[in-house]
């Protein structure tokens, strides 16, 4: 069973910085896309970011020149460097991942529990 587990979220002052991490572990054959994306109180989920196999990488622009996302393929994750926090970057941020588990078994999408970010003084 394939498992993404995040870590690092908490709460930070405006201004404040932190790294959120993602955990791919269980069967893996190939993680192609991952990304991050965010639910605020209320709202839908978005995307963050997401980074290609090969680290070619989409930044949502309500982020961009503030969140950086990166990945070690060696461990099976994902990082975000989130710095200059706002209070509207409060969410509950998800990791997601595509994986294919065995060359016999075709890749399918995987989701984290989540992670509580907030940001507030």
């Known amino acids: 069973q394939v498992q993404l587990v995040e870590s690092g979220g908490g709460l930070v002052q405006p201004g404040g910085s932190l790294r959120l991490s993602c955990a791919a572990s269980?069967?893996?054959?190939?993680?192609?896309?991952m990304g991050w994306y965010r639910q605020p109180p209320g709202k839908e989920r978005e995307m963050v970011a997401v980074?290609?196999?090969?680290?070619?990488?989409n930044v949502a622009d309500s982020v961009k020149g503030r969140f950086t996302i990166s990945r070690d393929n060696a461990k099976n994750t994902m990082y975000l460097q989130m710095n200059s926090l706002k209070p509207e970057d409060t969410a509950v941020y998800y990791c997601y991942a595509r994986i294919r588990r065995s060359i016999i078994i075709p890749a399918s999408d995987y989701w984290g529990q989540g992670t509580q970010v907030t940001v507030s003084s």
């Open positions: 269980g069967r893996i054959s190939n993680i192609y896309d």
């Open positions: 980074i290609s196999s090969a680290d070619s990488t």
